[in-house]
């Protein structure tokens, strides 16, 4: 004898971990197929489903695991999957195989589905059934198709009445069915009204108003229809009246049926049922007529006689006074529900002295003059159903004991045929019924490697050994394969000798010890393969077992850190904290909390893991705390590569003293950024980041403007919003804001949910656009004064003209002082925009960071690129416009002189008639043209790459097309320009919208971007 105590509780612990696995695996709504490719990739053994696998493909798991997928699903070659496995299975890349139809002699779909490669080479399908999807899509199809055929080929007259403009749509069936022309027929109502008979149209049409009227959905008439010969025809109209959400009726579509023949043959049915009613009286079954309420509408003779009434009492009956089997609302249901094509079937009927007599029913229903009638024939079959009952009794006990049996019963003869099946023979191999089992040869359904024990021990019952015992395989009709375990013994059935043969399906058995010894193998695959560590330590904490990973992880030879203690290799930082966890899991009060911690290589190195431990020292075959590692270092890296590139976004919202806000527009409340709140003198978290406190901020004389246009934006659907206000300080004082935002989340209505921007402190801005407005209203007076003193001139000089010379020279020096003060505005704007440049450059002088001070230097080339629009107004001759040629030219110089490109070998090329807009067109254009050249110049040519940037203008009256491009490394595909966070781009956009313009990128070749802008003015 052999101890096999430890293999049981081996077997059951892995047993346990299988069951563990298979309920995941088993509840997915998805499909999930495992494969084992055949060496070559010809084909593709079924390892495991999972149960949405059973229903989606309707077969059971038993019957396909270990089967070729060529063998189970023989469509799978000309569905196109096969390929994908052949190629997942060489490549190890996983792919998406679309939407498309499978099928084949058994099953059709549409399946949707992902194949990829396991380490341990098995491959796995990952799949929807999307076929009622399909399906439905194909039914609104043929529902659009079948309407469209039957309005152009049914003989009837379909209609669409538009009740809210009266207009009356008919098919073909108003000529072809009543004779008339197209030209002859006006599509309105008052049409149809006309041809509805004199002598009931008022009934008709009142009819059909009081219904419409009253909030009806159907209606229907019958009337007499004028045709286009002037004779009327008989016709059934009927209607479906559609209301609106108001409930009032705005359509109505219906058919006209014409009942001219009907109505005819009507008469002749008449004359045909007088005939009937004479071989119904001579019957010798019941003939009994019910109305729709189940009350006798006629009875013959023989029925009233077979229920022991008389004809009079018959007429006072419903069908729920002598029916003994169903009761009244059963009946109610079945006459509502029978039909012309009837029904037969047997019941009970109660005679008038209470006794009960058995019947045999035929029953149909037809429409008389709009009323259903239900006909029946009853005939006695008391004496058959006795007979009947008797046999029935006589054979219930053995019927019982051989259908409700769970094994297979079989009666052979002893030539192997087959005389009798239960209905479980019909379940376990397969077929329809027993009775398709009656008349074979028991022999087919066994394997072919199992028949030569069958066959012999045939032959030992035809010598007369009685009861015999053995086990083989069979072949279901459907071609799956099971093991049964049968025994046999020699009856005689119907005065000849028999077999009667049991047998039990033991296929689960077999496959469950298959089954073990198979995960045995498959989860030391997994765990040996495994991407995560897997390591036992005993009670000492000492490690026990290492999964081959560890080596391929963390690069120490297999085996070598047995016995060792793990904490030797964590990180010093983190080794408090690592101890304290396993010390909960060991205490049992950690239950599977993870750890993060870095851990030492075998080059020394450290990288960071995420463990879970779980204490099984109770566990037999286990007794020890299994410890699962996975590296997290890429995690860890991301993280922190997240973390940098959100201090940067705050560092540049910093330098551009700009206050971020998130708000999420649903609920009013917001995300506000520090420098918000410090922006107006309060500490961050000060007040509540909430739309009605920002609002509550904003001076009385803006509120309602800056709420109402915000309001318009968002209803509009504009994705851009920027509005400019004052707000108060902690202090009380106010400062004006620029806030600039975008739309970065939307509902399914398009309706905006969620919005993002800044805030940007113009207070000096508009201080300095004040002062400009004070200095342009000193000018318009002092124009106004030299108007008046002209004006004095022009009197005094038709007075005495020897003064015209003197009073020309005065207007000639009023005309000089206006110049001189319009080139003094421009001057000292262009100074003030100096002077920040200059605060500027002192400030940066204190920046370390690269990025601040890159910002800051942006910042410096925009205003440069204001200042120089004024500076070339105030050099020039003409003050009121600006030569872009030569303006584009200084700009370029400068900005190429600034990135140090001529050293870099980087030319600017300027390509530009003549052309001069003015101030208002010349700033918004340098600021783009100084972000475009700006970005070239930065970024088109990394270290030692050579280029040229080319700037164009050309002009066609109010229009300008200005080119900028380079033939640089180019924007990136994937890099979404008009959507970007860069500030640049973001002006650019904003730019060439405020000249009412249009900008396009081409990315062929370098970067060329085209603008079309309108001229203000």
Not at 358 to 377: E, H, M, P, Q, Y
Not at 683 to 706: M, N, Y
């Amino acid at each position: 004898l052999t101890d096999v105590t430890e293999m049981r509780k081996g077997e059951k612990a892995l047993t346990d971990s299988e069951a563990r696995f298979r309920d995941l695996f088993n509840t997915m709504s998805s499909g999930v197929a495992i494969y084992d490719p055949v060496p070559g990739g010809q084909d593709f053994i079924i390892r495991d489903i999972n149960r949405a696998v059973e229903t989606i493909e309707n077969v059971r798991k038993e019957n396909i695991i270990g089967r070729s997928v060529l063998e189970a699903f023989p469509g799978v070659v000309e569905f196109g999957l096969f390929f994908v496995f052949q190629r997942v299975a060489k490549t190890g890349k996983a792919e998406a195989f679309p939407v498309s139809l499978y099928k084949d002699n058994r099953i059709s779909g549409w399946r949707d589905n992902y194949v990829y490669r396991l380490e341990s080479g098995e491959i796995v399908a990952i799949y929807e059934d999307v076929t009622e999807k399909k399906q439905a899509e194909e039914a609104v199809r043929e529902s659009n198709e079948r309407f469209r055929i039957i309005s152009h080929a049914t003989n009837d007259t379909i209609w669409d009445w538009d009740l809210t403009t009266g207009h009356l749509w008919w098919n073909e069936g108003i000529y072809t069915i009543f004779g008339y022309r197209e030209d002859e027929i006006e599509f309105t109502i008052t049409t149809w009204e006309s041809f509805v008979h004199p002598d009931e149209r008022e009934r008709v049409v009142t009819g059909l108003k009081n219904r419409i009227e009253t909030g009806g959905e159907n209606w229907s008439d019958e009337y007499r229809f004028r045709k286009a010969d002037g004779s009327y025809a008989d016709v059934l109209d009927r209607g479906y009246i559609i209301h609106n959400a108001e409930n009032e009726a705005v359509r109505m579509v219906g058919v006209i049926l014409d009942l001219t023949e009907r109505k005819a043959t009507e008469r002749i049915l008449a004359e045909e049922a007088a005939r009937r009613r004479i071989l119904v009286d001579q019957s010798r079954d019941g003939i009994v007529t019910l109305d729709q309420d189940g009350k006798v509408f006629e009875a013959n003779q023989r029925f009233a006689d077979m229920l022991g009434y008389t004809s009079e009492e018959m007429k006072d009956l419903y069908v729920w006074d002598w029916e003994a089997v169903a009761t009244k609302e059963q009946l109610e249901g079945m006459i509502s529900s029978v039909d012309e094509g009837g029904d037969h079937f047997e019941s009970r009927h109660r005679r008038k002295d209470g006794t009960l007599l058995d019947v045999d029913i035929s029953t149909n229903a037809a429409v008389f003059s709009g009323r259903k009638l239900i006909f029946c024939v009853v005939r006695d079959i008391s004496e058959k159903k006795a007979a009947a009952r008797a046999l029935e009794a006589s054979e219930q006990k053995f019927r019982s004991l051989v259908e409700y049996a769970l094994e297979v019963i079989f009666i052979l003869d002893l030539e192997g045929k087959i005389l009798f099946s239960n209905t479980a023979a019909a379940r376990i191999l397969e077929t329809g019924t027993p009775g398709e089992l009656v008349g074979r040869d028991a022999i087919e359904f066994v394997a072919p490697e199992s028949r030569k024990d069958v066959i012999r021990d045939f032959e030992e019952v035809a010598r007369g050994h009685d009861a015999y015992l053995a086990q083989y395989k069979v072949i279901t009709a459907k071609g799956h394969e099971i093991y049964v375990e049968s025994i046999g013994k020699v009856i005689t059935y119907e005065g000849k000798p028999a077999n009667l043969l049991s047998l039990r399906d033991v296929t689960a058995r077999i496959q469950a010890e298959e089954a073990v010894r198979q995960n045995e193998t498959r989860f030391s695959a997994l765990i040996q393969n495994s991407s995560d560590i897997i390591r036992v330590l005993d009670r000492e904490g000492k490690i026990i077992y290492e999964s081959d990973s560890a080596e391929r992880i963390l690069g120490y030879p297999l085996g070598s850190l047995i016995g060792k203690d793990p904490m030797e290799y964590i990180h010093p930082d983190d080794l408090v904290q690592v101890r304290q966890d396993l010390q909960g899991v060991f205490d049992r009060t950690n239950s599977g909390i993870p750890t993060e911690f870095r851990i030492r290589k075998g080059d020394g190195g450290y990288i960071w893991v995420e463990a879970i431990a779980n204490n099984l020292l109770d566990v037999p075959g286990v007794n020890g705390i299994v410890v699962t590692t996975r590296p997290i270092q890429q995690r860890k890296e991301a993280e922190d590569a997240l973390r940098k590139s959100e201090q940067r976004l705050r560092l540049a919202l910093e330098g551009a003293d700009a206050g971020f806000w998130d708000w999420n527009v649903p609920s009013g409340t917001a995300v506000f950024s520090d420098r918000f709140y410090t922006m107006l003198g309060y500490e961050p978290q000060e007040f509540s980041a909430e739309f009605d406190t920002w609002t509550g901020l904003i001076h009385p004389d803006d509120r309602k403007r800056v709420v109402a246009d915000l309001q318009r934006k968002i209803q509009e659907g504009e994705s851009q919003l920027e509005i400019e206000y004052r707000i108060r300080t902690k202090d009380g004082g106010w400062l004006w804001i620029l806030g600039r935002g975008k739309v970065v989340e939307k509902g399914d209505n398009g309706t905006p949910l969620r919005i993002t921007g800044v805030n940007i402190d113009i207070t000096n801005r508009r201080l300095l656009e004040s002062e400009i407005r004070s200095l342009n209203t000193v000018l318009e007076q002092r124009v106004r004064d030299r108007t008046e003193a002209l004006s004095k001139a022009n009197e005094a000089l038709e007075k005495e003209n020897m003064q015209r010379i003197d009073a020309e020279e005065k207007l000639r020096a009023s005309l000089n002082e206006k110049t001189m003060l319009l080139k003094e505005i421009h001057h000292r704007v262009k100074n003030n925009l100096q002077i920040i440049v200059s605060l500027l450059n002192l400030q940066s002088r204190y920046v370390k960071d690269e990025i601040v001070l890159a910002t800051i230097r942006e910042s410096q080339n925009r205003v440069k690129a204001m200042a120089l629009v004024h500076e070339k107004l105030y050099r020039a001759e003409d003050i009121a416009h600006i030569d872009l040629n030569d303006y584009i030219r200084f700009l370029g110089t400068g900005l190429s002189q600034f990135y140090d490109a001529k050293s870099r070998g980087i030319r600017f090329t300027l390509e530009s008639p003549e052309v001069r807009v003015d101030i208002n067109t010349a700033i918004p254009l340098g600021l783009i043209l100084n972000e475009l050249i700006s970005n070239a110049f930065k970024y088109a040519f990394p270290k030692g790459k050579s280029g040229e940037v080319f700037v164009s203008v050309t002009r066609e009256k109010k229009t300008l097309t200005v080119i900028v491009r380079d033939d640089g490394e180019g924007i990136p595909e994937d890099f979404d320009w008009k959507n970007t966070q860069s500030l640049g781009l973001r002006l650019v956009n904003s730019l060439v919208d405020q000249l009412d313009g249009t900008v396009e990128l081409d990315r062929t070749s370098g970067t060329r971007f085209t603008m079309v802008l309108h001229e203000k003015g």
